[in-house]
């Protein structure tokens, strides 16, 4: 079955610098791969994902970056803000995994002023 | 307002008792999830179900049982067969011709056992 390894398990950065999350995938017909954020008691909310067909997707902030062949992607979030703090998940399916996610472990992520 | 409701937020179980977490959605979605996350860990599937009357094992599905009676709904139950239920309890769906798309979380309930 399908394998999500997700790095660093914390990350500490300066408001305003980059933070950069990176996950690993194992089974090579993956082809969805989402980012949740989950602050503390809540559920987790989709704040981006991409598909296979896609290299790269951007939304303000926020942008994923997939390479198939290495069969890696990777969160990048720009101009952090303390409200970035947060738990991030990566995820992975297939289209015939009838909708499961497999999730890499979480990042928890502190942005200091 | 369309959503996923979990209730309760917080549930205590004695050790040996059964317990009943509830998930309701009105989103007219067909497939429903049920996820356990422990503390540093990522999500790990218990349940899923694809359409009504109909359920799936996940990767951790034993001492747990499910039931999918009604399109809004997807209990899980939490037996004294589980050895370690303390856990916090997350419900997920998605809507019609879900692969590839957003799942949509609840807020969870959290399960301690005393």
């Known amino acids: 079955g399908e394998n999500v390894e997700q790095h660093p398990s914390t990350l500490s950065v300066q408001e305003g610098d980059s933070a950069v999350i990176k996950c690993t995938y194992s089974d090579s017909a993956s082809n969805y791969f989402p980012w949740y954020k989950q602050e503390l008691g809540k559920g987790p909310q989709l704040i981006i994902d991409i598909r296979s067909n896609v290299g790269e997707k951007k939304d303000q902030r926020i942008a994923v970056t997939l390479n198939k062949t290495a069969k890696h992607f990777s969160l990048h979030i720009t101009e952090t803000q303390p409200e970035d703090s947060a738990v991030y998940f990566c995820?992975?399916?297939?289209?015939?995994?009838?909708?499961?996610?497999?999730f890499g472990a979480g990042t928890q992520v502190v942005v200091t002023p | 307002d369309g959503g996923i409701t979990q209730s309760p937020k917080y549930l205590f179980r004695k050790e040996g008792q059964n317990v009943t977490l509830s998930c309701e959605q009105n989103?007219?979605?067909?497939?429903m999830y049920w996820y356990r996350q422990d503390p540093g860990q990522g999500l790990r599937l218990i349940y899923y179900s694809q359409i009504v009357n109909d359920f799936q094992k996940g990767d951790i599905a034993e001492g747990y049982s499910v039931s999918r009676e009604k399109k809004e709904s997807f209990p899980l139950t939490v037996t004294s067969a589980q050895k370690n239920p303390t856990a916090f309890y997350l419900c997920a769906s998605r809507p019609p011709g879900h692969v590839n798309t957003e799942a949509f979380f609840g807020q969870g309930t959290r399960l301690t056992v005393v």
């Open positions: 989103l007219n979605h067909d497939a």
């Open positions: 995820a992975a399916s297939t289209v015939d995994s009838w909708g499961k996610l497999q």
